[in-house]
């Protein structure tokens, strides 16, 4: 399963849980002055793209991801007929310019200028760009932008989410784009990989409020629509939960447990039942506050043999790195999930396996690892491995009372009946 596995390593990507095909469907959501929102969803994601439409063509916030990508350019030729001359990215992540590909290079893309530095790190693996949709566009601060007979403004921002951060602004409409950097009932999302930073948040948050109008609509990367008390809402919650946090890191075990309990009665109800628990922020802004330095991700070295497609090549190179550079590389089990579920999404099925059997080997009494080679299993028509793999996921998940239990019997659940429907067949 992927979205726990990023809660586990304390960054957040807002991915699929599963990567089965889906029906993909649209709700629109007209707004004023040409601005309208497509809320996409299938079984196992939902996203926002917002269009700006006028006598010059289109111009998109955002693409969604790779596997939607066609659909979206279809719903946009059918609902405006017209071509998409602009598209502006929130930020890096595959659920938000995965669709680039479908519109450029007519489409101009434009990114915080770390996008390109980004993609060429080797993490590009792990995001559905193509190497020949890089950007064209990529303002360091504000860009100011006329199209449609409108003036939108493009602004860069401090690291938040990630370090390509970028708020889009549609001033006749009073429209402000937030991408996710703050999402409805959710605590911050902190992509530490991706450059994201904890303490910027109250920064980028508190520049919004004071920068933009008080009756603006903020259209985030995922779910409703939110207003300026909302956000002040959430500043407000950043500014004391991580204060809190802070003073906890500096106290006796007594203290601490109080702390955290104290957190959870305030906050929980209203931030924590959404893509990220209230456990998973403290450990953001503990994570945060401490001395220690940030490790890089260990995909970064592995990429010229995942590039290339030498498995045999990333399984020695993984196993080497993990015997000679722990102190530099961050090996958690997040890391292989988070690469082998991006690799399914490429269609690298056997790939992905090779992947997930790696990461299973690496942390054998971890409930995910057995899900997702389940899921990798079930995506290569292999029925029996996949089972074997769920039965183990939910064995363990019940013995450690895992939060994710349900979902793990229901997909156990759903490929027994599909072994049950071929063995019929037979």
């Known amino acids: 399963m992927y979205l726990r596995k990023s809660i586990l390593l304390v960054f957040v990507f807002l991915v ?8 993909t469907k649209f709700a629109v959501h007209n707004y004023s002055a040409g601005v309208s929102k497509l809320e996409i969803t299938t079984q196992s994601n939902a996203f926002n793209v917002v269009v700006f439409a006028g006598d010059e063509g289109c111009l998109l916030v955002d693409t969604g991801d790779l596997k939607t990508s066609a659909d979206l350019k279809q719903k946009i030729s059918e609902l405006w007929k017209m071509n998409v001359k602009y598209i502006v990215n929130t930020h890096l992540h595959n659920d938000h310019m995965g669709g680039n590909g479908q ?5 101009a893309i434009i990114t915080h200028a770390n996008v390109p530095i980004r993609l060429n790190t080797g993490l590009n693996i792990v995001q559905d760009v193509h190497e020949n949709d890089m950007p064209d566009l990529m303002p360091e601060n504000k860009l100011t932008l006329k199209f449609n007979g409108q003036i939108i403004e493009i602004h860069a921002v401090p690291p938040a989410h990630t370090d390509t951060d970028m708020l889009v602004y549609f001033p006749e409409a009073k429209i402000l784009c937030v991408g996710d950097v703050f999402l409805k009932n959710c605590y911050p999302l902190v992509d530490t990989q991706g450059g994201g930073n904890v303490s910027n948040f109250t920064k980028v948050v508190k520049n919004i409020i004071e920068s933009y109008p008080a009756d603006v609509t903020l259209i985030t990367g995922h779910g409703d629509d939110l207003h300026m008390q909302d956000l002040k809402n959430y500043y407000k919650m950043i500014v004391e939960s991580t204060a809190l946090v802070n003073d906890l890191s500096k106290a006796n075990k007594d203290a601490q447990e109080a702390g955290v309990k104290e957190i959870n009665e305030k906050w929980d109800q209203t931030w924590g039942q ?7 922020w403290i450990r953001s802004v503990a994570t945060s506050f401490s001395p220690q330095t940030k490790k890089e991700s260990v995909i970064v070295p592995l990429y010229p043999f995942i590039k290339s497609g030498d498995m045999a090549g990333t399984l020695n190179k993984y196993k080497e790195l993990h015997k ?4 530099r590389y961050d090996f958690g089990e997040g890391q292989l999930n988070f690469l082998g579920y991006n690799l399914l999404s490429k269609n690298r099925v056997q790939d992905a396996i090779i992947i997930f059997q790696l990461n299973q080997e690496m942390y054998p009494d971890a409930v995910n690892v057995y899900d997702s080679l ?4 079930e995506e290569a028509g292999d029925l029996n491995s996949a089972a074997m793999n769920y039965q183990k996921a939910v064995a363990l998940g019940e013995k450690a009372q895992d939060r994710n239990i349900e979902l793990y019997q229901k997909n156990l659940k759903r490929v027994t009946l599909k072994i049950k429907k071929s063995t019929s067949v037979k």
Not at 274 to 280: Q, Y
């Open 103 to 107: 519109f450029h290079p007519e489409a």
């Open 374 to 377: 389940g899921e990798a299993f």
């Open 16 to 23: 699929p849980v599963s990567l089965f095909s889906q029906e």
């Open 274 to 280: 959404s893509f990220l628990s209230t456990g998973g």
């Open 324 to 327: 000679t550079s722990r102190d």
